[in-house]
């Protein structure tokens, strides 16, 4: 995890240096590295310069810059160890939770206006960043999937080699947004709205769809199971169709009664790195088969007849 990039050592400028400054130190190293005279050897230096020159020549920039700077060392001199990772969801909008290297990357994008805690009033980080939605189904949850996408990239301007010197293309920035086509590795047991990174610092939300059949709990899948009286009566096996896989033969115990739920486990979801998978969770429906016929209605004469238990208690809905 790098730390904060230090734009004014990059410029080889003091923290004070004005508006003027900042512009002829980047002329200055701008000829300097530029590809054309330095070489290949100094893309990566003619880069930085670059970046450095995009944050500290806009006033707005500059400030959140300086701000997330002193704020890094701050912490950095408090809890922030080496061993600090960015979480893969996105954390509630506050610095002292934040990737430090995301900061920079939201500063750099050029999108500004990203809030830090208390510093940019009603607007949220994730609003800021830009992000792409890609949905998938449960059953891609279930076992992962590859999916393409097309995000923007910064790079290089190809008409000034991003020294944005008197350059239309770019309008100054060195930098243009392409769009890229990226194949996206998405994870089994992945969860709703999970952020994923895409490229150098593109973002995808995850969007899991509904499903017409389960309902997802965290690694349980839960459905409904329609069960024909008698054999909830006396116990027997049905086909299911599990949300992966082939059809498969259940056992539902006699006296199986309405509400009961069945367990199946293993049917659920994966969970990321683990090897364990969630239940299925059956709750029994119970159904009279159709149609009724003659003899059927002998039969349920022959058990009404057996039973004073004719139910009306009321209980409210679920
Ligand atoms: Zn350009």
Request: charge should be neutral.
């Given at each position: 995890?790098?730390?904060?990039?230090?734009?004014?050592?990059?410029?080889?400028?003091?923290?004070?240096?004005?508006?003027?400054?900042?512009?002829?130190?980047?002329?200055?190293?701008?000829?300097?590295?530029?590809?054309?005279?330095?070489?290949?050897?100094?893309?990566?230096?003619?880069?930085?310069?670059?970046?450095?020159?995009?944050?500290?020549?806009?006033?707005?920039?500059?400030?959140?810059?300086?701000?997330?700077?002193?704020?890094?060392?701050?912490?950095?001199?408090?809890?922030?160890?080496?061993?600090?990772?960015?979480?893969e969801r996105e954390?509630?909008?506050?610095?002292?939770?934040?990737?430090?290297?995301?900061?920079?990357?939201?500063?750099?994008?050029?999108?500004?206006?990203?809030?830090?805690?208390?510093?940019?009033?009603?607007?949220?980080?994730s609003?800021?960043?830009?992000e792409n939605e890609v949905s998938i189904s449960l059953e891609q949850v279930?076992?992962?999937s590859?999916v393409?996408v097309?995000?923007?990239?910064?790079?290089?301007?190809?008409?000034?080699?991003?020294?944005?010197?008197?350059?239309?293309?770019?309008?100054?920035?060195?930098?243009?947004?392409?769009?890229?086509?990226?194949?996206v590795?998405i994870p089994?047991g992945i969860e709703d709205g999970t952020v994923l990174?895409v490229?150098?610092?593109?973002r995808i939300r995850v969007k899991v769809r509904d499903d017409?059949?389960?309902?997802r709990?965290?690694?349980?899948?839960?459905?409904?199971?329609?069960?024909?009286?008698?054999?909830?009566?006396?116990?027997?096996?049905?086909?299911?169709?599990?949300?992966?896989?082939?059809?498969?033969?259940?056992?539902?115990?006699?006296?199986?009664?309405?509400?009961?739920?069945?367990?199946?486990?293993?049917?659920?979801?994966?969970?990321?790195?683990?090897?364990?998978?969630?239940?299925?969770?059956?709750?029994?429906?119970?159904?009279?088969?159709?149609?009724?016929?003659?003899?059927?209605?002998?039969?349920?004469?022959?058990?009404?007849?057996?039973?004073?238990?004719?139910?009306?208690?009321?209980?409210?809905?679920?």
């Amino acid at each position: 995890m790098p730390g904060p990039k230090d734009y004014y050592k990059t410029l080889e400028i003091d923290e004070k240096a004005d508006a003027k400054a900042i512009k002829s130190a980047y002329r200055r190293m701008a000829r300097k590295y530029h590809p054309d005279v330095g070489g290949k050897g100094q893309e990566e230096r003619f880069k930085a310069i670059n970046e450095a020159y995009q944050v500290l020549s806009d006033p707005s920039k500059r400030a959140e810059y300086d701000r997330l700077r002193h704020g890094y060392a701050d912490r950095a001199s408090k809890s922030w160890g080496p061993g600090f990772h960015r979480v893969e969801r996105e954390p509630s909008a506050s610095a002292g939770t934040e990737d430090w290297a995301n900061l920079f990357e939201d500063l750099f994008s050029g999108t500004g206006n990203f809030a830090t805690g208390s510093s940019a009033a009603g607007s949220s980080r994730s609003s800021s960043v830009p992000e792409n939605e890609v949905s998938i189904s449960l059953e891609q949850v279930a076992e992962g999937s590859l999916v393409a996408v097309t995000v923007e990239e910064l790079e290089t301007c190809p008409q000034c080699h991003g020294s944005g010197l008197d350059c239309s293309r770019c309008g100054g920035l060195g930098r243009v947004n392409v769009p890229k086509k990226f194949e996206v590795t998405i994870p089994a047991g992945i969860e709703d709205g999970t952020v994923l990174r895409v490229g150098d610092h593109a973002r995808i939300r995850v969007k899991v769809r509904d499903d017409p059949r389960f309902l997802r709990q965290g690694k349980d899948l839960r459905a409904r199971l329609r069960v024909t009286v008698p054999v909830a009566a006396r116990g027997g096996e049905v086909a299911i169709k599990p949300l992966v896989g082939e059809r498969m033969a259940i056992t539902v115990p006699p006296h199986t009664n309405a509400g009961k739920v069945l367990r199946l486990r293993g049917l659920g979801l994966p969970q990321r790195g683990k090897r364990t998978r969630g239940d299925l969770l059956l709750e029994v429906e119970l159904m009279f088969p159709e149609p009724f016929s003659e003899a059927d209605d002998r039969l349920y004469d022959e058990l009404l007849k057996e039973h004073s238990d004719k139910g009306g208690e009321l209980y409210a809905p679920r």
